[in-house]
Protein backbone atom coordinates (compact mmCIF):
# COMPACT_ATOMS: atom_id res chain seq x y z
CA UNK A 1 0.00 0.00 0.00
CA UNK A 2 2.34 2.54 0.98
CA UNK A 3 4.11 1.38 -2.60
CA UNK A 4 1.27 1.96 -4.45
CA UNK A 5 0.93 6.06 -2.56
CA UNK A 6 4.49 6.38 -3.79
CA UNK A 7 4.18 5.55 -6.62
CA UNK A 8 1.29 7.40 -7.34
CA UNK A 9 2.55 10.70 -5.82
CA UNK A 10 5.61 10.04 -7.95
CA UNK A 11 3.37 10.48 -11.31
CA UNK A 12 0.44 12.82 -10.02
CA UNK A 13 3.06 15.03 -8.54
CA UNK A 14 5.01 15.88 -12.75
CA UNK A 15 1.59 15.66 -14.00
CA UNK A 16 0.50 18.51 -11.71
CA UNK A 17 3.19 20.61 -12.20
CA UNK A 18 2.77 20.02 -15.80
CA UNK A 19 -1.16 21.34 -15.54
CA UNK A 20 0.36 24.46 -13.85
CA UNK A 21 2.52 25.13 -16.48
CA UNK A 22 0.29 24.49 -18.70
CA UNK A 23 -2.23 26.73 -17.34
CA UNK A 24 0.10 29.51 -16.98
CA UNK A 25 0.96 29.01 -20.54
CA UNK A 26 -2.31 29.53 -22.00
CA UNK A 27 -2.72 32.43 -20.00
CA UNK A 28 0.05 34.03 -21.30
CA UNK A 29 -1.22 33.07 -24.96
CA UNK A 30 -4.55 34.30 -23.93
CA UNK A 31 -3.17 38.05 -23.06
CA UNK A 32 -0.46 37.56 -26.63
CA UNK A 33 -3.81 36.47 -28.54
CA UNK A 34 -5.63 39.62 -27.37
CA UNK A 35 -3.05 42.12 -28.46
CA UNK A 36 -2.56 40.06 -31.79
CA UNK A 37 -6.27 40.44 -32.56
CA UNK A 38 -6.33 44.19 -31.57
CA UNK A 39 -3.56 45.11 -33.32
CA UNK A 40 -4.61 42.87 -36.56
CA UNK A 41 -8.26 44.33 -36.30
CA UNK A 42 -6.70 48.12 -36.23
CA UNK A 43 -4.79 47.52 -39.07
CA UNK A 44 -8.22 46.15 -41.02
CA UNK A 45 -10.42 48.68 -39.56
CA UNK A 46 -8.15 51.73 -41.23
CA UNK A 47 -7.36 49.84 -44.26
CA UNK A 48 -11.29 49.21 -44.41
CA UNK A 49 -11.92 53.16 -43.53
CA UNK A 50 -9.35 54.55 -46.42
CA UNK A 51 -11.16 52.07 -48.86
CA UNK A 52 -14.64 53.27 -48.26
CA UNK A 53 -13.30 57.04 -48.39
CA UNK A 54 -11.76 56.37 -51.32
CA UNK A 55 -14.93 54.92 -52.98
CA UNK A 56 -16.52 57.89 -51.77
CA UNK A 57 -14.16 60.19 -53.12
CA UNK A 58 -13.87 58.70 -56.91
CA UNK A 59 -18.14 58.93 -56.70
CA UNK A 60 -17.82 62.64 -55.30
CA UNK A 61 -15.30 63.32 -58.07
CA UNK A 62 -17.31 62.09 -60.79
CA UNK A 63 -20.36 63.82 -59.31
CA UNK A 64 -18.24 67.12 -59.15
CA UNK A 65 -16.96 66.95 -62.63
CA UNK A 66 -20.06 66.20 -64.19
CA UNK A 67 -21.70 69.60 -62.09
CA UNK A 68 -19.00 71.58 -63.30
CA UNK A 69 -19.20 70.37 -66.69
CA UNK A 70 -23.34 71.11 -66.58
CA UNK A 71 -22.39 74.70 -64.97
CA UNK A 72 -20.45 75.95 -67.94
CA UNK A 73 -23.38 76.43 -70.08
CA UNK A 74 -24.69 78.45 -67.30
CA UNK A 75 -27.18 77.75 -64.57
CA UNK A 76 -29.75 75.99 -66.05
CA UNK A 77 -32.47 74.00 -64.01
CA UNK A 78 -33.31 71.81 -66.47
CA UNK A 79 -29.76 70.66 -66.92
CA UNK A 80 -29.23 70.39 -63.14
CA UNK A 81 -32.45 68.29 -62.88
CA UNK A 82 -31.35 65.85 -65.32
CA UNK A 83 -28.10 65.62 -63.85
CA UNK A 84 -29.60 65.00 -60.21
CA UNK A 85 -31.80 61.89 -61.56
CA UNK A 86 -28.71 60.72 -63.36
CA UNK A 87 -27.16 60.33 -59.59
CA UNK A 88 -29.23 58.13 -57.42
CA UNK A 89 -26.40 58.90 -54.61
CA UNK A 90 -26.93 62.70 -54.47
CA UNK A 91 -30.32 63.76 -52.47
CA UNK A 92 -30.09 67.19 -52.69
CA UNK A 93 -28.26 69.88 -54.64
CA UNK A 94 -27.86 73.61 -53.50
CA UNK A 95 -26.33 76.29 -55.78
CA UNK A 96 -25.42 79.68 -54.11
CA UNK A 97 -23.98 82.46 -54.91
CA UNK A 98 -21.06 84.66 -53.29
CA UNK A 99 -23.96 86.27 -51.48
CA UNK A 100 -25.82 83.45 -49.89
CA UNK A 101 -28.78 83.75 -52.50
CA UNK A 102 -29.86 80.42 -54.16
CA UNK A 103 -29.45 79.79 -57.66
CA UNK A 104 -30.37 76.43 -57.70
CA UNK A 105 -33.40 75.24 -56.66
CA UNK A 106 -35.16 78.15 -57.87
CA UNK A 107 -38.61 77.30 -56.12
CA UNK A 108 -36.94 77.21 -52.95
CA UNK A 109 -39.27 77.41 -49.74
CA UNK A 110 -37.75 79.04 -46.73
CA UNK A 111 -36.40 75.83 -44.69
CA UNK A 112 -34.28 75.41 -48.43
CA UNK A 113 -33.52 79.30 -47.90
CA UNK A 114 -32.24 78.75 -44.25
CA UNK A 115 -30.20 75.98 -44.96
CA UNK A 116 -28.64 77.56 -47.81
CA UNK A 117 -27.88 80.70 -45.38
CA UNK A 118 -26.23 78.37 -42.82
CA UNK A 119 -24.33 76.59 -45.77
CA UNK A 120 -23.02 79.58 -47.20
CA UNK A 121 -21.77 80.97 -43.22
CA UNK A 122 -20.28 77.52 -42.85
CA UNK A 123 -18.68 77.46 -46.24
CA UNK A 124 -16.44 80.88 -46.02
CA UNK A 125 -13.88 78.86 -45.28
CA UNK A 126 -13.30 77.37 -48.78
CA UNK A 127 -15.26 80.28 -50.44
CA UNK A 128 -12.45 81.93 -52.99
CA UNK A 129 -10.02 78.85 -52.52
CA UNK A 130 -10.53 75.41 -54.60
CA UNK A 131 -11.42 72.63 -52.60
CA UNK A 132 -14.29 71.20 -50.32
CA UNK A 133 -15.63 70.92 -46.90
CA UNK A 134 -17.96 68.30 -45.20
CA UNK A 135 -20.40 70.09 -43.18
CA UNK A 136 -23.43 68.54 -41.41
CA UNK A 137 -26.40 70.23 -40.46
CA UNK A 138 -29.09 68.98 -37.96
CA UNK A 139 -27.61 65.57 -38.37
CA UNK A 140 -27.36 65.60 -42.61
CA UNK A 141 -23.72 65.92 -44.27
CA UNK A 142 -23.66 68.38 -47.23
CA UNK A 143 -20.27 68.70 -49.39
CA UNK A 144 -19.64 72.17 -49.90
CA UNK A 145 -17.42 72.87 -53.17
CA UNK A 146 -16.33 75.96 -54.81
CA UNK A 147 -17.03 76.10 -58.72
CA UNK A 148 -17.25 78.27 -61.35
CA UNK A 149 -20.31 79.40 -64.23
CA UNK A 150 -20.27 80.76 -67.43
CA UNK A 151 -20.83 84.46 -66.83
CA UNK A 152 -20.81 84.11 -63.04
CA UNK A 153 -18.95 84.64 -59.96
CA UNK A 154 -17.36 81.83 -58.05
CA UNK A 155 -20.64 79.96 -56.87
CA UNK A 156 -20.79 77.39 -53.73
CA UNK A 157 -22.38 73.92 -54.70
CA UNK A 158 -23.32 71.93 -51.75
CA UNK A 159 -25.22 68.30 -52.21
CA UNK A 160 -26.28 65.62 -49.44
CA UNK A 161 -26.23 62.28 -49.64
CA UNK A 162 -29.40 59.93 -49.94
CA UNK A 163 -28.49 57.48 -46.44
CA UNK A 164 -30.02 54.46 -48.21
CA UNK A 165 -27.98 54.38 -51.26
CA UNK A 166 -25.03 55.58 -49.37
CA UNK A 167 -25.27 51.79 -47.18
CA UNK A 168 -25.95 50.62 -50.30
CA UNK A 169 -23.96 51.21 -52.97
CA UNK A 170 -20.85 52.69 -51.26
CA UNK A 171 -20.56 50.57 -47.61
CA UNK A 172 -21.89 47.73 -48.33
CA UNK A 173 -19.77 47.48 -51.76
CA UNK A 174 -16.88 48.09 -49.94
CA UNK A 175 -16.90 46.49 -46.99
CA UNK A 176 -19.63 43.42 -47.37
CA UNK A 177 -16.02 41.57 -49.36
CA UNK A 178 -13.87 41.95 -46.81
CA UNK A 179 -12.48 38.43 -45.53
CA UNK A 180 -12.29 38.99 -41.68
CA UNK A 181 -13.44 36.77 -38.33
CA UNK A 182 -14.48 39.92 -37.07
CA UNK A 183 -17.72 42.32 -38.28
CA UNK A 184 -16.83 46.28 -39.34
CA UNK A 185 -19.62 48.11 -38.58
CA UNK A 186 -20.15 52.01 -39.86
CA UNK A 187 -21.58 54.14 -36.78
CA UNK A 188 -22.54 57.69 -36.44
CA UNK A 189 -21.03 60.22 -34.43
CA UNK A 190 -23.65 59.46 -31.47
CA UNK A 191 -22.29 55.62 -32.08
CA UNK A 192 -26.07 54.25 -33.29
CA UNK A 193 -25.23 51.54 -36.48
CA UNK A 194 -25.49 53.07 -40.23
CA UNK A 195 -24.37 49.98 -41.88
CA UNK A 196 -23.72 46.43 -40.28
CA UNK A 197 -23.07 43.19 -42.05
CA UNK A 198 -24.83 40.76 -39.79
CA UNK A 199 -26.33 40.99 -36.40
CA UNK A 200 -24.54 42.25 -33.68
CA UNK A 201 -26.46 40.43 -30.54
CA UNK A 202 -24.05 38.64 -28.52
CA UNK A 203 -20.88 40.69 -30.36
CA UNK A 204 -17.79 42.50 -28.43
CA UNK A 205 -16.99 45.70 -29.60
CA UNK A 206 -13.04 45.71 -29.66
CA UNK A 207 -12.14 49.59 -30.89
CA UNK A 208 -13.03 51.78 -33.66
CA UNK A 209 -11.23 54.11 -36.34
CA UNK A 210 -12.35 57.61 -37.54
CA UNK A 211 -13.35 58.58 -40.87
CA UNK A 212 -11.27 61.32 -42.38
CA UNK A 213 -12.38 64.16 -44.22
CA UNK A 214 -15.24 62.05 -46.52
CA UNK A 215 -17.70 61.04 -43.37
CA UNK A 216 -16.07 63.41 -40.10
CA UNK A 217 -17.50 61.88 -37.22
CA UNK A 218 -18.43 58.47 -38.24
CA UNK A 219 -16.62 55.54 -36.91
CA UNK A 220 -15.60 52.51 -38.53
CA UNK A 221 -16.03 50.00 -35.39
CA UNK A 222 -15.08 46.62 -35.12
CA UNK A 223 -17.21 43.95 -33.59
CA UNK A 224 -15.96 40.26 -32.83
CA UNK A 225 -18.56 37.50 -33.04
CA UNK A 226 -19.90 35.79 -29.67
CA UNK A 227 -17.28 33.15 -29.11
CA UNK A 228 -14.74 34.02 -31.54
CA UNK A 229 -12.64 36.20 -28.79
CA UNK A 230 -9.36 34.74 -27.32
CA UNK A 231 -10.11 34.15 -24.00
CA UNK A 232 -13.00 32.05 -25.02
CA UNK A 233 -10.50 30.26 -26.96
CA UNK A 234 -8.74 29.75 -23.89
CA UNK A 235 -11.69 28.66 -21.78
CA UNK A 236 -12.49 26.73 -24.43
CA UNK A 237 -8.40 25.04 -24.32
CA UNK A 238 -8.71 25.04 -20.38
CA UNK A 239 -11.83 23.04 -20.41
CA UNK A 240 -10.52 20.39 -22.13
CA UNK A 241 -6.73 20.49 -20.97
CA UNK A 242 -8.41 20.01 -17.73
CA UNK A 243 -10.83 17.12 -18.64
CA UNK A 244 -7.60 15.73 -20.43
CA UNK A 245 -5.63 16.48 -17.00
CA UNK A 246 -8.99 14.57 -14.59
CA UNK A 247 -8.99 11.73 -17.26
CA UNK A 248 -5.10 11.50 -17.29
CA UNK A 249 -5.22 11.32 -13.59
CA UNK A 250 -8.11 8.53 -13.06
CA UNK A 251 -6.30 6.90 -15.84
CA UNK A 252 -3.05 6.84 -13.32
CA UNK A 253 -5.24 5.87 -10.78
CA UNK A 254 -7.10 3.23 -12.29
CA UNK A 255 -3.55 1.81 -13.89
CA UNK A 256 -1.71 2.00 -10.18
CA UNK A 257 -4.90 0.24 -8.65
CA UNK A 258 -5.21 -2.36 -11.28
CA UNK A 259 -1.30 -2.79 -11.26
CA UNK A 260 -1.75 -3.32 -7.04
CA UNK A 261 -4.58 -5.65 -7.67
CA UNK A 262 -2.45 -8.01 -10.23
CA UNK A 263 0.49 -7.74 -8.16
CA UNK A 264 -1.32 -9.01 -5.01
CA UNK A 265 -3.24 -11.76 -7.39
CA UNK A 266 0.19 -12.95 -8.53
CA UNK A 267 2.01 -12.78 -5.40
CA UNK A 268 -1.24 -14.74 -4.37
CA UNK A 269 -0.95 -17.30 -7.38
CA UNK A 270 3.02 -17.18 -6.65
CA UNK A 271 2.15 -18.43 -2.52
CA UNK A 272 -0.24 -21.17 -4.06
CA UNK A 273 2.02 -22.52 -6.97
CA UNK A 274 4.23 -23.15 -4.08
CA UNK A 275 2.14 -24.75 -1.88
CA UNK A 276 0.83 -26.89 -4.57
CA UNK A 277 4.31 -27.84 -5.57
CA UNK A 278 4.31 -28.21 -1.49
CA UNK A 279 1.70 -30.45 -1.22
CA UNK A 280 1.69 -32.32 -4.78
CA UNK A 281 5.42 -32.98 -3.19
CA UNK A 282 3.89 -35.04 0.11
CA UNK A 283 1.01 -36.43 -1.67
CA UNK A 284 3.21 -38.44 -4.07
CA UNK A 285 5.87 -39.09 -1.39
CA UNK A 286 3.28 -40.82 0.89
CA UNK A 287 2.04 -43.64 -1.45
CA UNK A 288 5.57 -43.90 -2.08
CA UNK A 289 6.72 -44.30 0.80
CA UNK A 290 3.98 -47.19 1.77
CA UNK A 291 5.10 -48.86 -1.48
CA UNK A 292 9.01 -49.11 -0.66
CA UNK A 293 8.35 -50.03 2.94
CA UNK A 294 5.58 -52.83 1.44
CA UNK A 295 8.00 -53.12 -1.28
CA UNK A 296 11.21 -53.78 1.15
CA UNK A 297 9.21 -56.05 3.30
CA UNK A 298 8.14 -58.33 0.78
CA UNK A 299 11.38 -58.55 -0.36
CA UNK A 300 13.35 -59.43 3.09
CA UNK A 301 10.96 -62.53 3.21
CA UNK A 302 9.65 -61.30 6.65
CA UNK A 303 6.10 -61.89 5.39
CA UNK A 304 5.89 -65.68 5.64
CA UNK A 305 2.09 -67.00 5.16
CA UNK A 306 0.56 -66.36 1.54
CA UNK A 307 -2.66 -64.46 3.06
CA UNK A 308 -0.31 -61.31 4.51
CA UNK A 309 1.76 -61.77 1.34
CA UNK A 310 -1.49 -60.86 -0.77
CA UNK A 311 -2.68 -58.31 1.73
CA UNK A 312 0.88 -56.63 1.12
CA UNK A 313 0.07 -56.64 -2.51
CA UNK A 314 -3.02 -55.19 -2.89
CA UNK A 315 -1.71 -52.72 -0.63
CA UNK A 316 1.37 -51.64 -2.98
CA UNK A 317 -1.46 -51.96 -5.98
CA UNK A 318 -3.67 -49.82 -3.97
CA UNK A 319 -1.15 -47.13 -3.49
CA UNK A 320 0.33 -47.80 -7.04
CA UNK A 321 -3.61 -46.80 -8.00
CA UNK A 322 -3.71 -44.06 -5.99
CA UNK A 323 0.28 -42.55 -6.74
CA UNK A 324 -1.02 -43.04 -10.83
CA UNK A 325 -4.31 -40.64 -9.53
CA UNK A 326 -2.15 -38.23 -8.33
CA UNK A 327 0.27 -38.22 -11.12
CA UNK A 328 -3.00 -38.11 -13.85
CA UNK A 329 -4.33 -34.90 -11.86
CA UNK A 330 -1.61 -33.04 -12.10
CA UNK A 331 -0.97 -33.54 -15.68
CA UNK A 332 -4.38 -33.32 -16.37
CA UNK A 333 -4.35 -29.74 -14.92
CA UNK A 334 -1.09 -28.89 -17.04
CA UNK A 335 -3.38 -30.19 -20.11
CA UNK A 336 -6.04 -28.38 -19.15
CA UNK A 337 -4.21 -24.89 -18.57
CA UNK A 338 -2.52 -25.30 -22.00
CA UNK A 339 -5.53 -26.19 -24.04
CA UNK A 340 -4.32 -29.15 -24.81
CA UNK A 341 -6.93 -31.81 -22.85
CA UNK A 342 -9.12 -34.04 -25.11
CA UNK A 343 -12.12 -35.86 -23.94
CA UNK A 344 -13.94 -38.86 -25.72
CA UNK A 345 -17.21 -38.63 -25.44
CA UNK A 346 -18.73 -42.18 -25.92
CA UNK A 347 -21.96 -43.86 -24.50
CA UNK A 348 -20.70 -45.67 -21.32
CA UNK A 349 -23.05 -47.59 -18.60
CA UNK A 350 -22.71 -45.55 -15.26
CA UNK A 351 -22.95 -48.69 -13.00
CA UNK A 352 -19.65 -50.33 -13.91
CA UNK A 353 -18.02 -46.76 -13.96
CA UNK A 354 -18.91 -46.09 -9.96
CA UNK A 355 -18.38 -49.33 -9.04
CA UNK A 356 -14.50 -49.63 -10.01
CA UNK A 357 -13.95 -46.09 -9.24
CA UNK A 358 -15.31 -47.00 -5.41
CA UNK A 359 -13.37 -50.52 -5.85
CA UNK A 360 -9.87 -48.12 -6.01
CA UNK A 361 -10.90 -46.92 -2.74
CA UNK A 362 -11.69 -50.10 -1.05
CA UNK A 363 -8.35 -50.64 1.29
CA UNK A 364 -8.04 -46.84 2.27
CA UNK A 365 -11.93 -46.95 3.24
CA UNK A 366 -11.87 -50.00 5.12
CA UNK A 367 -8.44 -49.02 6.66
CA UNK A 368 -10.51 -45.90 7.86
CA UNK A 369 -13.74 -47.86 9.03
CA UNK A 370 -15.79 -46.10 6.02
CA UNK A 371 -19.80 -46.83 6.12
CA UNK A 372 -19.96 -46.74 2.64
CA UNK A 373 -23.72 -46.37 0.92
CA UNK A 374 -24.14 -46.38 -2.83
CA UNK A 375 -27.64 -46.03 -4.32
CA UNK A 376 -27.72 -46.54 -8.13
CA UNK A 377 -30.99 -46.43 -9.67
CA UNK A 378 -32.35 -49.95 -12.00
CA UNK A 379 -31.86 -49.61 -15.48
CA UNK A 380 -29.77 -46.93 -16.05
CA UNK A 381 -28.95 -45.63 -19.90
CA UNK A 382 -25.42 -45.60 -21.05
CA UNK A 383 -24.78 -42.08 -21.26
CA UNK A 384 -22.01 -40.09 -23.62
CA UNK A 385 -19.43 -39.07 -21.48
CA UNK A 386 -15.66 -39.45 -21.29
CA UNK A 387 -15.30 -42.47 -18.77
CA UNK A 388 -11.78 -41.99 -17.90
CA UNK A 389 -11.96 -38.54 -17.05
CA UNK A 390 -15.90 -38.71 -15.25
CA UNK A 391 -14.08 -41.57 -13.44
CA UNK A 392 -11.54 -39.23 -12.39
CA UNK A 393 -13.94 -36.37 -11.42
CA UNK A 394 -15.41 -39.04 -9.23
CA UNK A 395 -12.63 -40.40 -7.94
CA UNK A 396 -11.32 -36.63 -6.41
CA UNK A 397 -14.96 -36.20 -4.93
CA UNK A 398 -14.40 -39.50 -3.15
CA UNK A 399 -10.86 -38.88 -2.13
CA UNK A 400 -12.24 -35.28 -1.12
CA UNK A 401 -14.94 -36.89 0.62
CA UNK A 402 -12.29 -39.39 2.57
CA UNK A 403 -9.83 -36.58 3.51
CA UNK A 404 -11.93 -33.70 5.18
CA UNK A 405 -14.34 -36.82 7.13
CA UNK A 406 -14.62 -36.37 10.64
CA UNK A 407 -15.33 -39.00 13.53
CA UNK A 408 -18.48 -40.22 12.07
CA UNK A 409 -17.27 -41.69 8.61
CA UNK A 410 -19.87 -42.17 6.33
CA UNK A 411 -19.60 -42.19 2.54
CA UNK A 412 -22.41 -41.60 0.70
CA UNK A 413 -22.57 -42.54 -3.79
CA UNK A 414 -26.28 -42.10 -5.65
CA UNK A 415 -26.53 -41.89 -9.37
CA UNK A 416 -30.11 -41.41 -10.59
CA UNK A 417 -31.39 -39.81 -13.53
CA UNK A 418 -32.69 -36.30 -12.98
CA UNK A 419 -35.13 -34.44 -15.77
CA UNK A 420 -32.65 -35.21 -19.02
CA UNK A 421 -29.51 -35.64 -17.26
CA UNK A 422 -27.56 -38.39 -15.22
CA UNK A 423 -26.95 -37.23 -11.35
CA UNK A 424 -24.00 -38.20 -9.30
CA UNK A 425 -24.21 -37.43 -5.92
CA UNK A 426 -21.16 -37.96 -3.14
CA UNK A 427 -22.14 -36.65 0.43
CA UNK A 428 -19.73 -37.68 3.46
CA UNK A 429 -20.23 -36.46 7.27
CA UNK A 430 -17.30 -34.90 7.10
CA UNK A 431 -15.88 -30.88 8.29
CA UNK A 432 -17.84 -29.18 6.15
CA UNK A 433 -17.46 -26.15 4.13
CA UNK A 434 -18.15 -22.39 5.26
CA UNK A 435 -20.66 -20.65 2.88
CA UNK A 436 -18.19 -18.37 1.80
CA UNK A 437 -15.88 -20.81 0.43
CA UNK A 438 -18.47 -22.67 -1.09
CA UNK A 439 -17.41 -20.32 -4.75
CA UNK A 440 -14.07 -20.45 -4.30
CA UNK A 441 -13.46 -24.07 -3.94
CA UNK A 442 -13.61 -24.93 -7.33
CA UNK A 443 -10.74 -22.18 -8.38
CA UNK A 444 -7.27 -23.92 -9.04
CA UNK A 445 -4.86 -24.05 -6.10
CA UNK A 446 -7.42 -22.83 -3.68
CA UNK A 447 -8.06 -24.90 -0.91
CA UNK A 448 -10.09 -23.31 2.38
CA UNK A 449 -7.95 -21.59 5.29
CA UNK A 450 -9.25 -23.19 8.34
CA UNK A 451 -6.95 -24.92 10.47
CA UNK A 452 -8.84 -28.05 9.98
CA UNK A 453 -8.13 -28.48 6.66
CA UNK A 454 -4.61 -26.91 6.30
CA UNK A 455 -3.65 -30.29 8.33
CA UNK A 456 -5.07 -32.13 5.57
CA UNK A 457 -2.54 -32.10 2.55
CA UNK A 458 -4.01 -31.74 -0.77
CA UNK A 459 -2.86 -30.31 -4.43
CA UNK A 460 -5.62 -27.81 -4.71
CA UNK A 461 -6.03 -29.04 -8.40
CA UNK A 462 -8.43 -32.13 -7.82
CA UNK A 463 -12.23 -29.78 -7.92
CA UNK A 464 -10.82 -27.53 -10.10
CA UNK A 465 -10.68 -30.53 -12.58
CA UNK A 466 -13.97 -31.37 -11.47
CA UNK A 467 -15.39 -28.47 -12.75
CA UNK A 468 -14.00 -28.40 -15.96
CA UNK A 469 -15.05 -31.86 -16.77
CA UNK A 470 -18.21 -30.98 -16.25
CA UNK A 471 -18.59 -27.67 -18.34
CA UNK A 472 -16.75 -30.00 -20.87
CA UNK A 473 -19.47 -32.24 -20.62
CA UNK A 474 -22.39 -29.53 -21.05
CA UNK A 475 -22.99 -30.53 -17.46
CA UNK A 476 -22.32 -28.85 -14.08
CA UNK A 477 -20.84 -29.56 -9.79
CA UNK A 478 -22.22 -27.37 -7.01
CA UNK A 479 -22.01 -28.41 -3.16
CA UNK A 480 -24.19 -27.76 -0.44
CA UNK A 481 -22.47 -28.00 2.94
CA UNK A 482 -22.32 -26.32 6.41
CA UNK A 483 -19.53 -26.21 9.14
CA UNK A 484 -19.56 -29.61 11.24
CA UNK A 485 -22.52 -31.35 9.08
CA UNK A 486 -20.61 -32.58 5.99
CA UNK A 487 -20.87 -32.16 2.25
CA UNK A 488 -22.74 -32.98 -0.55
CA UNK A 489 -21.36 -32.66 -4.21
CA UNK A 490 -23.58 -33.10 -7.04
CA UNK A 491 -22.22 -33.67 -10.61
CA UNK A 492 -24.83 -33.17 -13.54
CA UNK A 493 -24.45 -34.85 -16.98
CA UNK A 494 -26.62 -34.65 -20.03
CA UNK A 495 -28.26 -37.81 -20.81
CA UNK A 496 -27.76 -36.81 -24.51
CA UNK A 497 -24.78 -35.71 -26.00
CA UNK A 498 -24.84 -31.96 -26.22
CA UNK A 499 -21.73 -31.06 -28.54
CA UNK A 500 -19.40 -31.18 -25.65
CA UNK A 501 -16.24 -30.28 -27.19
CA UNK A 502 -13.49 -32.91 -27.63
CA UNK A 503 -10.70 -30.01 -26.68
CA UNK A 504 -10.44 -28.34 -23.84
Not at 89 to 114: H, N, Q
Not at 324 to 349: K, Q
Request: aromatic share 6%.
Amino acid sequence: MRFSVLALGAIVAPAVIVALLGWVSLRQWERSAELLRREQARDMATMAAEKVEMALRHVEDGFVERLQATLAAGVESAALDRLLAGEPLVRALRLLDTRGAILYPRAASDTDRAVARRLADAALAVRGAPGRRTIVLDGERWIVVTMSARAADTLLAAFAYDADVLRRDVLAASLASLESATIFVVVDEQGRPVWAPASLEGAERLLSVAFRDSLPNWQLAVYQPAGSAPREAVRRQVTIFMAAFVVLCAVIVAGIAVTWRLMRRETEMARLKSDFVANVSHDLKTPLSVIRMFGETLEMGRVSDEPRRHEYYRVITREAERLSRLIDNVLDFSRIESGRRRYDIVPTPVEPLVRETLEAFAYPLAQQAFKVEVTIAPDLPEVPMDPEAVGQALANLVDNAIKYSAEDRVLTVQAHVEGDGLVLVVADHGIGIPRAEQVRIFDKFYRAGRSETQGRRGSGVGLALVRHVAEAHRGSVTVASAPGEGSRFTLRLPLADGGAHGDA
